[in-house]
């Protein structure tokens, strides 16, 4: 029986519910029919006791209310979900106040106000169409109550039966008023619920993304510690500055690593009469740009220093050959390599030899401000489809001439009020602006053109620039 009647319960409850509604509107439908069928209850009981005291009028008074709930239930099973509460609301407050002005208010039907003030709360989601509903009808309350004090009651009802009226009505406001506290009560333990839920599972999150960052900084930081080691490495095989300067005293030599270590290097060599000094980019940046420029140093070294050879045609042949060699077992034909600038001066004679794999040379005599551009073969040092001879330029240099050797890295790099590249004119502008100042002068103002210019746009590429004075 018990088995029975909760499921008759549920059914009167999931009436109209289907999947487009969301989760508070289910709810609200769920407990508007349980109060409908409250309200079918309390008007049978107050039928049943009408008849059984003679008060027909009383009795079919009390259908009223089973004919607004077969509406309401007819209306929320089609669907019509708004004119369903809208009929409620309005029967709520015409039903109960004619019948507490014409039963009188020793009739206690005055009391259904409560579980009625609460009702547009119920009903409408909107905050404050609810809250002014609500208010209208403690309003009409008000109204119906001094209504009562002064006129009718319009229906006689013996004394004797006006406390089966009292009782029934505390009954029913009692039970409307606690169901519908008990709706807000259990839908506001259900948020909690469900915000205690949301916050376990943000708190676990959140406790797994610090995790994860932990992890993610120490592997940085080892990382790092590695890329730092791999840097004291490149530069301990890369002693081109040192060389450099101790021939050269009047130079510079500016690196900027895109990361810490770079496939951008400089590389100087002394040999008898004649130092050899050159400004190489390798192909990428990074650990693997630094891995082949590892390699191009070591076969600029064997073949000037083992192989003896000191004219830059013939060093950037015999490196070309060695390069492809180097990179010759890999099952792909590797195009990594390297492009450069080889100069290669003699001390005795004051001539200048130079060489150049895509990167050219540049000249600015002492006597004027003109650069003096010698151009390179458009071929790098490795793989590279036809492979021609380089050519081999002499130029004669005086005292207070200065040459330039760089990469693309300066000249690339974006930034500026228009996001746009600084170019090769802008670099050898800026060049000629700054070359009658001392070379380590120059080099602090081409660090701080370049972070000038860069802003916070990220660097792209290594950055190298080789400047000698003669």
Known sequence: MLSKVIELWSKISDNGINDTLDFDEKKRIRILNKVMFINVALAIIGSSLDAANLQFEGALVSLYPITLSVVFWVLINRGFYAAAKWVTLIFIITFISSISVGFGSKSGIIVYFIPGALCPMLLFKKKLLSLTLSLLVILVMVGVYFAGQNYGPYYWIADSELIYYELTSLAGGVCLTILILWHFISTNIAYEQ?????????????????????????????????????????????????????????????????????????????????????????????????????????????????????????????????????????????????????????????????????????????????????????????????????????????????????????????????????????????????????????????????????????????????????
């Open 194 to 470: 469900v915000i205690l839920t949301k916050n376990t599972v943000l708190k676990e999150t959140n406790q797994l993304i610090e995790k994860q960052k932990l992890a993610l900084e120490n592997n940085n930081e080892r990382l790092t510690d590695s890329m730092e080691y791999a840097r004291k490495i490149q530069r301990a095989m890369l002693p081109g500055k040192q060389v450099l300067g101790s021939v050269f005293a009047n130079s510079f030599a500016f690196l900027l690593p895109k990361d810490i270590v770079s496939g951008d290097f400089f590389w100087a060599q002394s040999v008898g009469d004649k130092i050899l000094f050159a400004v190489a980019d390798c192909t990428g940046h990074g650990v693997p740009g630094a891995m082949v420029s590892v390699l191009c140093s070591r076969v600029l070294n064997k073949v000037v220093l083992e192989e003896n050879i000191v004219e830059p045609s013939g060093i950037l042949n015999r490196s070309r050959e060695l390069v492809i060699e180097g990179f010759g077992s890999s099952e792909k034909l590797v195009y990594d390599g390297m492009d450069i600038s080889l100069c290669v001066y003699n001390f005795k004679t004051n001539q200048l030899d130079w060489a150049g794999a895509n990167n050219p040379l540049w000249i600015i005599r002492s006597e004027n401000d003109a650069v003096e551009v010698l151009e390179p073969n458009r071929q790098p040092i490795g793989n590279y489809g036809v492979i021609e001879t380089f050519t081999q330029h002499r130029v004669e240099v005086k005292k207070g001439d200065a040459v330039y050797l760089f990469s693309d890295g300066f000249a690339d790099q974006f930034g500026g009020e228009r996001n746009k590249k600084y170019t090769i004119k802008g670099f050898q502008n800026f060049l000629i602006s700054i070359s009658k100042k001392e070379m380590e002068e120059q080099r602090g103002l081409l660090m701080s053109e370049f972070e000038r210019w860069r802003g916070d746009v990220d660097q792209l590429d290594d950055v190298c620039i080789l400047g000698v004075r003669f």
